[in-house]
C-alpha cells in the first residue's frame, strides 16, 4: 500500500451509475462487466495505448456510500473520436494509494475493496476524484491472477 503519484490519463469506456447500497453495485457492474465482454467493447475503442482494461470509479456524490460512476475502458492517447454509447474521462495527476489483489478474480478484488471500505482511516484520506483498477496481463492468470488497485488520496 504505498503512496505514489500518478500523472494525467484519459480512459474510453462505457459506463453505469451504481451505489454500494444494498448490493446494487455488485449487480450493476457485474452487468457493465457482461456488457463490455459480450459487445467486444475493448475492441471498439479508437487510440487504445495498451491492451490493459481500466476499471474506474468517479463522479461520487460524497464517499463511497452514495452513488457513483463506473466506467470500464481502455488507456488511450485522447479523448477525440469517442463512440456513440461511450463516454471518455480524464483522470488528473494525484497521489494515490495501490493495492494488489491476488487469485481468483472477480472475488479478489472485491475482497479489496471491502478491504478499503472497512479502513476507516483510508477513508478520511481518500479524495473521491477517480479511483480505479488495471486488469492487465496477470488478469488472465486464472487462480493466480493479479489486478492492481489505484486509490486516489488527499495531498
Not at 503519484?5 to 446494487?24: D, H, L, M, P
Not at 454509447?85 to 480524464?90: D, E, L, N, S
Amino acid at each position: 500500500m504505498s503512496n505514489q503519484i500518478i500523472q494525467k490519463f484519459y480512459v474510453i469506456g462505457i459506463s453505469t451509475r451504481t451505489t454500494n447500497e444494498n448490493g446494487q453495485s455488485a449487480k450493476d457492474i457485474e452487468a457493465l462487466w457482461s456488457k463490455f465482454w459480450g459487445e467486444e467493447i475493448q475492441k471498439q475503442i479508437p487510440n487504445k495505448l495498451n491492451e490493459d482494461i481500466y476499471a474506474v470509479y468517479t463522479d461520487y456524490e460524497t464517499d463511497f456510500t452514495k452513488p457513483y460512476t463506473t466506467i470500464i475502458g481502455s488507456a488511450v492517447s485522447s479523448l477525440e473520436n469517442i463512440p456513440n454509447g461511450f463516454v471518455g474521462i480524464t483522470i488528473e495527476t494525484t497521489t494515490y494509494k495501490k493495492f494488489i489483489s491476488r487469485g481468483k478474480m472477480p472475488e479478489a478484488v472485491f475482497n479489496t475493496w471491502l478491504e478499503i471500505w472497512g479502513d476507516k482511516d483510508l477513508n478520511l484520506e481518500r479524495s473521491y476524484k477517480a479511483d480505479f483498477t488495471i486488469h492487465g496481463k496477470k488478469y488472465y492468470d486464472g487462480d493466480n491472477a493479479e489486478v492492481e488497485t489505484y486509490i486516489a488520496v488527499k495531498e
